[in-house]
C-alpha cells in the first residue's frame, strides 16, 4: 500500500511540475510580446517570473505540494486576468500597408469597395500610396483564383484570393496582420497577440507584384473550380468579414485566425462538410488540400497545376504592363464551372 501511494506521489509531483514548466514558458512569452516597457523591462519580468516558477518547482519537491502549486496557481491566474484584459485596438501607428481596412457596402448585384490598396511600390520602402474606391457587379464575376505566395520556409505560404469580372477586371482580397511601423512579422509573435487583424482589398497587381517583384517571393496561381453562386457568397463573406473587423478589431493569431483558416471557414459556410486537415495549418501546402476535396482541375495533376501555375516571372515580366493579370495567366488551363 505505501508504494502504491508513494508511485502516485511521484506521478503527481510530475504532473504538476510539467504543468508550472509549462506554463512559465508561456508566460515567459507573454511577458515579452505583451509587457509595457522597453526590453531590459521585459527581461526583468521574464526573470522574475522564471526564478517565482523556479522556486514553485523546488517547493513541489520538497512535499509541499498544497503550499507550491497553490502559490503557483494563484500567480498564474493573476497573470490570466492580465491577459485576458489586453484587447485588440484599431489605434496604431500602423505601416503604410496596412493603414486602413477595406469596407463595402452592397445594393442589389453591385458592391462598392472602399479603401482598395493600389500602391505603386518601387521597393520595400519607396511607394506611391494610393487607396481607391473601386464598385463591381456580382453579376459579372467570372473566376477566382488562389495565389499562393512563399517567402523560403516550403510549409509556410500567404494566401490571396483574387476574383476575376468582366472586362479583365481584378480585385484581390488579403488577411494580413497589422504590424506597427516599428514591427516585423512574427510566427510567435502571433501567438501571444502581437499583430491585429486586417482585412485589404487590392488591385491584383499591387497584391502580387509587391510579393514577386519587390520582396522577391515565390508565386503560384490556382484557378479555383466553383458555381458562381459560391463565387458571389465567398465575396460577399469576405466584405461582410472586412465589415465587421472594421467595427470590431480582433488580433491575428498563427493558427487559429489566419489566411487560410478564414478562407477555410467561409467556405466551409457556402458548401459544407469541407474536412479538416493538417494543410490548412501548414499553408504552404494547401493546394494539394484543395485538388483533395476538387476545388482545382482534376484534368491535371497537381503537380502539374503547380508548374503551370508558378507566376514568379511572367509577373516580374509584365511589371508596368497594361495587361499584367492578363500576363501573368498566359498558358494556365482553364478552371471550368462544374456541371
Known amino acids: ?82 491577459w485576458t484584459r489586453i484587447a485588440p485596438s484599431h489605434e496604431g501607428l500602423w505601416a503604410d500597408d496596412v493603414a486602413r481596412i477595406t469596407t463595402g457596402t452592397i445594393k442589389g448585384t453591385r458592391v462598392t469597395l ?25 453579376g459579372g464575376l467570372r473566376s477566382v483564383d488562389m495565389i499562393m505566395s512563399n517567402w523560403g520556409l516550403p510549409a509556410i505560404s500567404h494566401m490571396l484570393i483574387s476574383f476575376g469580372f468582366e472586362a479583365d477586371a481584378y480585385v484581390t482580397f488579403s488577411v494580413e496582420i497589422r504590424r506597427q511601423t516599428f514591427q516585423a512579422f512574427s510566427e510567435i509573435g502571433g501567438f501571444f497577440k502581437e499583430f491585429e487583424l486586417c482585412i485589404l482589398a487590392a488591385d491584383e497587381r499591387d497584391a502580387i507584384r509587391l510579393r514577386t517583384n519587390v520582396r522577391g517571393e515565390e ?80 484534368s491535371f495533376s497537381l503537380e502539374e497545376l503547380r508548374t503551370l501555375g508558378r507566376i514568379t516571372e511572367r509577373a516580374r515580366l509584365a511589371d508596368q504592363s497594361p495587361h499584367f493579370s492578363t500576363d501573368i495567366r498566359a498558358g494556365l488551363p482553364g478552371a471550368g464551372l462544374p456541371a
Open 219 to 298: 508565386a503560384w496561381l490556382y484557378q479555383l473550380r466553383m458555381p458562381r453562386e459560391a463565387m458571389r457568397l465567398l465575396f460577399l463573406g469576405y466584405v461582410a468579414q472586412a465589415n465587421e473587423l472594421a467595427k470590431t478589431p480582433r488580433f491575428y493569431h498563427t493558427i487559429t485566425v489566419n489566411c487560410t483558416t478564414l478562407v477555410y471557414q467561409m467556405m466551409n459556410r457556402i458548401v459544407g462538410g469541407l474536412p479538416l486537415d493538417y494543410r490548412l495549418l501548414l499553408s504552404g501546402h494547401i493546394a494539394g488540400y484543395v485538388y483533395r476535396v476538387k476545388g482545382l482541375n482534376q
Open 114 to 138: 472602399t479603401d482598395v490598396r493600389n500602391f505603386d511600390w518601387r521597393t520595400k520602402t519607396d511607394y506611391t500610396q494610393r487607396w481607391e474606391t473601386r464598385s463591381y457587379d456580382l
Open 1 to 82: 500500500m505505501h508504494a502504491t501511494v508513494s508511485w502516485l506521489q511521484l506521478v503527481a509531483m510530475l504532473i504538476a511540475t510539467f504543468y508550472v514548466a509549462l506554463t512559465a514558458v508561456w508566460g515567459a512569452f507573454a511577458l515579452w510580446y505583451q509587457l509595457p516597457g522597453d526590453k531590459p523591462s521585459k527581461l526583468s519580468g521574464i526573470v522574475l517570473w522564471s526564478a517565482f516558477s523556479v522556486i514553485t518547482i523546488g517547493v513541489l519537491w520538497q512535499g509541499r505540494v498544497a503550499v507550491g502549486f497553490g502559490m503557483f496557481l494563484l500567480a498564474h491566474g493573476g497573470m490570466l486576468l492580465w
